[in-house]
């Protein structure tokens, strides 16, 4: 099974801040990583696929990049609707595995 | 639009069974795979099954084998999740999610993401 571990756990930002999130797959994923947003009681929101595509109706201030073990979400500049929980996704193996997470909570 | 959207949830006590369902509408359902994910309670995201297009395939989570049964009926746009043998730690949010090609293939992302539906199990 793939590992994937995000860091930091938790991320206190103010808004207007540039954001920077990172996943570390313990092994190589290519570029089969996705990235997805999580807010409380609201339905889990894909954000990136193929490690850096916007999915449609992204706004251009998130970007991704990365490829094999080590990937970055990048929030350019933080907006209130942004404050959730970000998950990365790999889909190069089976079992499909996510990241613990990276909480972004306001400063 | 693209729309998923689960139920069947509730309270179930330990060993019990539990059938979810998610209708889907806005896509043609039998030509993409479909997969459960569930969130438990103060934790992360956890893949619990995956589905082809067909029906013809299926995967599971090590969690899920021999417990849980993935299924599609193609005709009602509807897939399902047949849980058996409940357990405490299969307490969570079970959200269904539409993959993004039919099996084969680098295309297990998932979008979008129904509202999910909690399942509790407690006696």
């Known amino acids: 099974e793939i590992v994937m571990t995000q860091s930091p756990a938790t991320l206190s930002v103010s808004p207007g801040e540039r954001v920077t999130l990172s996943c570390r797959a313990s092994q190589s994923v290519s570029s089969n990583l996705a990235w997805h947003q999580l807010k409380p009681g609201q339905a889990p929101r894909l954000l990136i696929y193929g490690a850096s595509t916007r999915a449609t109706g992204i706004p251009a201030r998130f970007s991704g990049s990365g490829s094999g073990t080590e990937f970055t979400l990048t929030i350019s500049s933080l907006q209130s609707e942004d404050f959730a929980v970000y998950y990365c996704q790999q889909y190069n193996n089976w079992p499909l595995t996510f990241g613990g997470g990276t909480e972004v909570e306001i400063k | 639009e693209v729309q998923v959207l689960e139920s069947g949830g509730g309270l179930v006590q330990p060993g019990g069974s539990l059938r979810l369902s998610c209708a889907a509408s806005?896509?043609?359902?039998?030509?993409?795979?479909m997969s459960w994910v569930r969130q438990a309670p103060g934790k992360g995201l956890e893949w619990v099954s995956t589905?082809?297009?067909?029906?013809?395939?299926?995967t599971y989570a090590d969690s899920a084998k021999g417990r849980f049964t993935i299924s599609r009926e193609n005709s009602k746009n509807t897939l399902y999740l047949q849980m058996n043998s409940l357990r405490g730690d299969d307490t969570a949010v079970y959200y269904c999610?539409?993959?993004?090609?039919?099996?084969?293939?680098?295309?297990?992302?998932?979008?979008?993401w129904g509202q999910g539906t909690l399942v509790t199990v407690s006696s």
């Open positions: 589905i082809s297009g067909s029906g013809a395939d299926a």
């Open positions: 806005g896509f043609t359902f039998s030509s993409y795979a």
């Open positions: 999610a539409k993959d993004q090609g039919a099996w084969h293939g680098y295309f297990h992302w998932f979008d979008p």
